[in-house]
């Protein structure tokens, strides 16, 4: 695959990842700009590479985070829980929805959703509800605060995100904003909810590397995963950096832009 869609491709998925915006529907677009020739398989192990990427980043950015939960699962099963063990068990809890709807929903989503018309609308109809959520949520609940049914609404509202152009950081954040919780507090939650998503992803995409035999894709695969991860921490940084001070309305202004000249461009037939 030549090197400079295998930047792009780095780029977009690195910088998208992690911002409310929706990584899968800029990836699809990207794809279609592109206009490459490369096999829908190839795409697929390309894409889940560049996901790997994005995963090295969110685990060494949050690495204290998974410190706490990995130590905090033994201290649970010594019978000795901390706030570690709490925080490992509503990720996984959070997680759970969506393992049960990408099982169930895969072949609905891969065949009938990834067109540029879904994700225009989703880009704009989610983009709409960030902002709305943004505005009415408090600022007061942090993560030590959660509760079950917290963490599950999260993971409900997470299962959205199979549909390309929702943004599953977008949507993830747009539930934590309407439970009241701090907009750092929320993102946090989010990316730490992208850990197992990513991971399970980026197994499958491993195991058809592996599979097909081809180095020269397992060889682009890494290029790519090594791009997405530099781009993925400088946006995570900034973006925690961001809602320190800031709110989530630039993303929201974003997506409403971007939805609206996608669906201009669709409904005058150039697209």
Not at 37 to 50: G, K, S
Request: hydrophobic share 60%; glycine share 10%; aromatic share 8%.
């Amino acid at each position: 695959m030549p090197l400079l869609h295998l930047f792009v491709l780095s780029l977009v998925q690195g910088i998208t990842e992690f911002l409310p915006i929706s990584s899968s529907g800029h990836l699809v677009l990207t794809w279609e700009a592109l206009e490459s020739n490369v096999p829908e398989h190839d795409q697929l192990i390309v894409d889940i590479a560049v996901h790997v990427g994005t995963l090295a980043a969110v685990c060494g950015y949050f690495w204290r985070d998974i410190w706490d939960m990995l130590t905090g699962v033994f201290a649970g099963l010594a019978g000795r829980p901390t706030a570690g063990t709490r925080l490992a068990i509503f990720v996984v809890l959070a997680t759970l929805p969506v393992i049960v709807a990408g099982f169930l929903l895969k072949d609905v989503v891969d065949d009938l959703l990834r067109s540029a018309q879904v994700i225009a609308w989703t880009t704009l109809g989610f983009g709409l509800l960030l902002y709305v959520a943004d505005k009415a949520g408090a600022q007061m609940k942090r993560i030590p605060e959660m509760r079950w049914a917290d963490a599950l609404i999260i993971g409900m509202m997470q299962v959205l995100a199979l549909v390309p152009g929702t943004s599953r950081s977008g949507i993830t954040m747009t539930a934590g904003r309407l439970l009241g919780y701090d907009r750092r507090e929320a993102a946090r939650f989010s990316m730490l909810l992208a850990i197992p998503a990513i991971a399970g992803a980026g197994t499958l995409a491993g195991l058809d590397v592996y599979e097909s035999g081809n180095l020269a894709l397992g060889l682009d695969a890494l290029i790519a995963a090594a791009m997405a991860f530099v781009a993925a921490w400088i946006a995570i940084a900034l973006l925690m950096r961001w809602l320190a001070v800031a709110s989530f309305t630039p993303f929201v202004v974003y997506r409403i832009a971007l939805g609206g000249l996608l669906l201009t461009l669709i409904y005058t037939g150039v697209l």
